[in-house]
């Protein structure tokens, strides 16, 4: 009992044997504790299909040992009397270590998150693999960023002069590369609205082309001549984009002209010819044929059908069957297709009863 009631460093020796129990008894308490509910966890993951309760596993396997004996210290610390500076200290430690177990946390929450909008949403591994680098960067540059500036308030750190200063350096940051960050934000933004993918076909202004790749900075389009455009992301997100990869149908207007000599019987007849040559197509469903105007120099009939297919071969083989049926049948019924004309006006010549 004598060697028990010995002071060591201001705490008898039974004090610092019951620190140490403490200190043993929470790091065997937390660390079985998370064994055993990563254990019971585990059978429920096998026999469930969220992915919830992976994550759970997954983020009480991401605790540290460090972590649960920073914790167990500071408990087992709460029965000795110690001096001012070192509880502080021990207090700092323990804040740091629970700061930076946080960010490890968050981390594997970012991760699983970013992993899992990519995995449904991207198609392409490579563009999966782009985009989670980089919101993983830029996530993780704000959880550090984060947890730094709650790192150096707890010590004491007057952090609102070095937040103006950081605010004052990132607009400065921007002002000196805002053409490179407009073009990476543009390409996250493309990434996550997916206004296209890699193999659509899209028209932006008076450029067309199939895209082969998206890139950080620049996206590049084969042309149907076979050259490679260069668009800057921000510039493709900044214009009128046309994207015909998803179109499942091809609607076709056409318009026919035959002579004003035609007969009001034969002009009847045309809508019903129309409509027999062109339903008479494949992959083909018919809307409306139209004497739709008066022309300069033919009566007009305006026709409209859809092509079920978004192939643009498909639609020229069955306009071209189009045409040269409606040839073939306005032959057999003597309808005439209408030509441009050229009126002629002859000035009178001098000597024929007009002055000169």
């Not at 004090?15 to 008894?25: D, I, N, P, S």
């Not at 998370?34 to 396997?61: E, F, G, P, Y």
């Not at 952090?159 to 490179?180: D, E, M, P, R, W």
């Not at 044929?289 to 305006?302: I, K, P, Y």
Request: hydrophobic share 50%; charged share 15%; glycine share 6%.
């Amino acid at each position: 009992m004598d060697l028990l009631s010995q002071t060591w460093f201001g705490n008898a020796l039974s004090t610092w044997l019951l620190a140490l129990t403490l200190t043993v008894a929470a790091l065997i308490l937390l660390r079985g504790l998370r064994n055993l509910i990563v254990r019971r966890m585990q059978h429920v993951a096998h026999a469930t299909a969220t992915q919830l309760d992976d994550l759970a596993i997954s983020l009480l396997r991401s605790s540290r040992s460090w972590f649960f004996l920073a914790i167990a210290l500071y408990i087992g610390s709460l029965s000795l009397a110690l001096p001012t500076a070192l509880q502080n200290f021990i207090r700092l430690a323990a804040v740091f270590t629970l700061l930076l177990q946080a960010a490890l946390w968050t981390n594997e929450l970012v991760e699983y998150g970013l992993q899992h909008y990519a995995r449904h949403t991207l198609q392409a591994e490579s563009d999966r693999q782009n985009t989670v680098a980089i919101l993983g960067l830029a996530s993780r540059i704000v959880l550090w960023s984060i947890i730094l500036l709650l790192a150096l308030d707890n010590l004491g750190v007057e952090i609102s002069g070095l937040l103006t200063g950081l605010g004052i350096g990132g607009i400065a940051v921007a002002l000196a590369v805002q053409n490179i960050l407009s073009d990476l934000l543009a390409y996250v933004s493309i990434m996550l609205d997916r206004p296209f993918t890699m193999g659509d076909f899209i028209v932006v202004d008076d450029r067309m082309g199939t895209v082969e790749r998206i890139g950080l900075k620049t996206t590049r389009v084969r042309s149907l001549s076979g050259e490679l455009l260069i668009f800057a992301n921000h510039d493709l997100l900044g214009s009128r984009l046309s994207n015909f990869q998803d179109r499942e149908e091809r609607r076709v207007v056409f318009t026919i002209g035959v002579t004003y000599n035609t007969p009001a019987a034969k002009l009847a007849s045309i809508p019903e010819i129309v409509c027999e040559v062109v339903s008479a197509q494949q992959q083909v469903r018919f809307d409306r044929t139209h004497f739709s105007a008066f022309g300069d120099f033919s009566l007009d009939f305006e026709t409209v059908y859809y092509v079920t297919s978004a192939d643009y071969g498909v639609y020229m083989d069955v306009q071209q069957n189009v045409n040269l049926e409606l040839v073939r049948r306005f032959e057999r019924t003597g309808i005439e297709f209408a030509f441009p004309t050229q009126t002629v006006h002859v000035a009178p010549q001098p000597g024929a009863g007009y002055p000169a």
